[in-house]
Nanobody
């Protein structure tokens, strides 16, 4: 499966962005989908995940209540709505498609939050 993230950019603290990840190549609804992020000098960290149907989600504590993950299986796309952004949310954001034990990664999209 191929994954392409879009929607990153520069935003002021308190602002919002919506990331999209379009999948192609395999049946999208077969995959659990996650978002990860990586800041300079830090390890890649889990942000949010969603099950195959979209009926179950989970979040890192650092983003709970501010970020929302969703998916549209008809459009082969997963989204990450990010509200109340903070400078510490600055990172490259990656989506992944999971069909255990395999995990496929996109190329990432940069999100920069200015204070």
């Amino acid at each position: 499966v191929q994954l392409v993230e879009t929607g990153g950019g520069l935003v002021q603290a308190g602002g919002s962005l919506r990331l999209s990840c379009a999948a192609s190549g395999r049946t999208f609804s077969n995959y659990f989908m996650d978002w990860f992020r990586q800041s300079p000098g830090k390890e890649r960290e889990f942000v949010a995940g969603i099950n195959r149907s979209g009926g179950s989600t989970n979040y890192a504590d650092s983003v709970k209540g501010r970020f929302t993950i969703s998916r549209d299986n008809a459009k082969n796309t997963v989204y990450l709505q990010m509200n109340s952004l903070k400078p510490e949310d600055t990172a490259v954001y990656y989506c992944t498609a999971n069909d255990p034990p395999r995990r496929y990664w996109g190329q990432g999209t940069q999100v920069t939050v200015s204070s």
